[in-house]
Nanobody
Framework: QVQVAESGGGLVQPGGSMRLSCAVSGRLFSLYVVGWYRQAPGKERELVAQTTRDDRTTYVDSVKGRFTISRDNNWNTVYLQMNNLKPEDTAVYYC???????????WGRGTQVIVSS
């Protein structure tokens, strides 16, 4: 059974940086599609960044040039490096891991990110 656990959230000032980690338990992690999502109060959950098994990455427009998603298949971990954070990045960030056959992702519990002075 796949398990997902996020870590690394907290409070940061505008313009600051933070790195989130997503640890995934499961076999053949290199084949997984892993995404970082976020949900701000009163808003729908949105896909922030995603990495596929061949290292293709996608980003929502609002974070392009500021956030970087990366994966370490040796440690079954996906990272989200967030730079130049803005107050509008404040949200609960969730990691989702989808293993073959795709279509039934496992979600973590989320980690809170607050960008405020």
């Amino acid at each position: 059974q796949v398990q997902v656990a996020e870590s690394g959230g907290g409070l940061v000032q505008p313009g600051g940086s933070m790195r989130l980690s997503c640890a995934v338990s499961g076999r053949l992690f290199s084949l997984y599609v892993v995404g970082w999502y976020r949900q701000a109060p009163g808003k729908e959950r949105e896909l922030v960044a995603q990495t596929t098994r061949d290292d293709r990455t996608t980003y929502v427009d609002s974070v392009k040039g500021r956030f970087t998603i990366s994966r370490d298949n040796n440690w079954n971990t996906v990272y989200l490096q967030m730079n130049n954070l803005k107050p509008e990045d404040t949200a609960v960030y969730y990691c989702s891991a989808d293993s073959p056959p795709l279509g039934n992702p496992t979600w973590g519990r989320g980690t809170q990110v607050i960008v405020s002075s």
